[in-house]
Structure formats: C-alpha cells, structure tokens
C-alpha cells in the first residue's frame, strides 16, 4: 500500500468529507468522488484485504504488519472524513433539500455530468461489449431512479438489511446509496437517527454495511481485474442513468401523497419538467451557475487531486 506524510492524508481526508456529503444525498454516489479523485481502485483493493489472511498475519506476526496489510490508516482517514462530513452535514443537505431543492440538485448535475466525462475517458477500446455495458448500466440506473418511493420501515433486522444493500450502491459510482435507503424505506428513520443521535439506530445501520461492504467488494475487485473496460462503461452508464434522479425541477404528482409522516410531513410522486414548467421558483440563472460549480469542482478535482496520495 502507498505510504503516506500527514499531508497526503488529510487529503484523504477531505475525499472522505466530499464521498460522505455525496453520500447523504438521494441521487448522488459517493462511489463517484472516490472514483474521479483516484482512490477508488485502492479503497477495494484495501477492503479486499479485510480477510482471513489479514487474521492470521495478526495472530501470527503482530498489530503493526495486520495494519498495513489492511491498509488501515488510509481507512481511519477517510471513513474519519465520510463520518465528520455525515454528521455535520445531515442537517444542513436536510435543510437545502427542503428549502433550496433546485439549487442543490443543480449542483449534484453537474458534478455527475463531469464525472461522466471523466470516467468514461477511462475508456480506450469501444468494443460492442463495453458500449452495451454502457447502455445496461444506463439502463439499470435510470429504471432505479425512475421508482417512486415507499414508507418507512424502521424495524430492526430491517435497517441492518438496509445498510448491508444500501452501502453496495454507495460505493458504485453512480449509484445513490441514499436513494436505495429512499426505495427500501428506510432513508428517513437513518437520517433522523444521525441528526438525533440514535446509537442504536446508527449501529445497527453500520453492522449492515459492514456486512455489505465485506461481501461486495470483493465482486467488485474480480470486474476490474478480469473486465476493467466493461466495469468502467457499467460504471460511466450507472452516472447517465441517474442523471433522471438528480434532475433540478421537478413537480408533484398526483392527488395524494405517497408517504404521510409521523411529524406531518408528506412524500410526493415527483415528476421531471423543463424549468418553464416548474410549480415554483425556477431559479434558472443561480441553478445554471450551481450546475457549472459542480462541473468545475470536479474538473478541478481532477487536475489537481494528487492520484498516488
């Protein structure tokens, strides 16, 4: 693994700020800002490593060597930074999904239309397999992000489930994490729980994505050594098909809503509309402007984010 100065890791760091406010999102992946700032490939090769080999090189030669062979300091930085951004964003993503959901949106487009770029540079043999790979993962993400949502659930065993699945969409790029919590119920009782607090609520949410973290990266680790073109184009079309999910102006839909909360609050059917259609401010001027701050941070990302830190 890559030795790393203080530096370098506070990089890391700040990736893990920028995955987790992604990842509180509905929409957004924070597979893609893992991807597009070079340390998507190492955060699976790393996780890979959590494994048996890893218990008996503990056992047999010590904390220090297990440490590295996992990887470990690299996961202390970033999941330090997805925890910081997740628990002192929850409230305020909250907060513009509620009163600026045009503006937010806006800029989450345009930061998956630059990574969409990015990645698919990646790319340098378009055969007839990685363009039908592309048109799958398209395909896929636009029918998830297309489902309207359902009620809460908040049982137990039910929210380790929900972490153990949700947690395999948030480290695909493209894919929201978030949203999968929105189609399984469970999104609103997670985020309450980090905005209250809830230790049990939260750790039994963890133990979920533990679960899923160890089983499905390991899929992921076997794409991208046997099929790292194909995965690459899955990868590019899951970013267009959520490009629907994330789209800014949308207007509620039909005469009842979907989900009545307990605190009174309402879940609409939401449909996509051009901006002159919008069932309320459009705010096209400062909705293009957040759309190219998105772009732009990412491309600055990319040109200045140091790969090998």
């Known amino acids: 693994m890559k030795e790393r100065n203080l530096f ?7 990736r893990g700020i ?9 929409g ?18 790393s996780l890979n490593n959590i494994n048996l080999s890893a218990l008996r090189i503990l056992f047999k030669e010590g904390l220090k060597p297990f440490w590295k062979h996992i990887n470990g300091t690299f ?21 513009l999904l509620k009163n600026e959901p045009v503006l937010l949106w806006s800029f989450f487009f345009g930061l998956i239309v630059a990574s969409v770029w990015l990645i698919s540079k990646s790319i340098k043999n378009w055969s007839v397999g990685v363009i039908a790979s592309l048109l799958i993962g398209t395909a896929i993400a636009f029918y998830i992000s297309s489902i309207q949502t359902v009620a809460n659930v908040d049982a ?3 929210i380790i489930l929900s972490g153990a699945i ?10 929201s994490g978030s949203f999968i919590l929105v189609l399984l119920g469970s999104y609103k ?22 679960v899923g973290l160890m089983s499905f ?6 794409l991208f050594e046997k099929f790292k073109e194909v995965t690459f184009a899955l990868l590019t079309g899951f970013m267009v098909g959520s490009l629907y999910k994330v789209w800014p102006w949308k207007n509620e839909i039909g005469s009842t809503p979907l989900v009545i909360h307990s605190d009174g609050s309402e879940d609409w059917a939401m449909q996509n509309v051009l901006p002159a259609g919008y069932e309320g401010q459009d705010q096209l001027a400062m909705a293009v402007l957040s759309a190219l701050g998105g772009l732009l941070l990412i491309i600055i990302l990319e040109r200045f984010a140091p790969k090998d830190s």
């Open 8 to 14: 370098h890791l506070s990089l890391v760091t700040l």
């Open 18 to 26: 920028a995955m987790g406010a992604a990842d509180v999102v509905p």
């Open 28 to 45: 957004v992946s924070g597979g893609t800002i893992a991807f597009i700032t070079g340390i998507y490939e190492e955060l699976i090769d």
């Open 75 to 95: 996961f202390v930085f970033l999941f330090g930074g997805i925890f910081i951004s997740i628990v002192s964003l929850a409230k305020i993503i909250s907060y």
């Open 156 to 158: 137990n065993w039910y």
């Open 166 to 175: 949700a947690i395999c969409a948030m480290i695909l790029p493209g894919i």
């Open 189 to 210: 009782v997670v985020l309450e729980a980090v905005e209250d607090r809830n230790i049990l609520i939260i750790g039994l949410f963890l133990t979920g994505c533990v």
């Open 217 to 222: 990266s390991r899929l992921l680790k076997y």
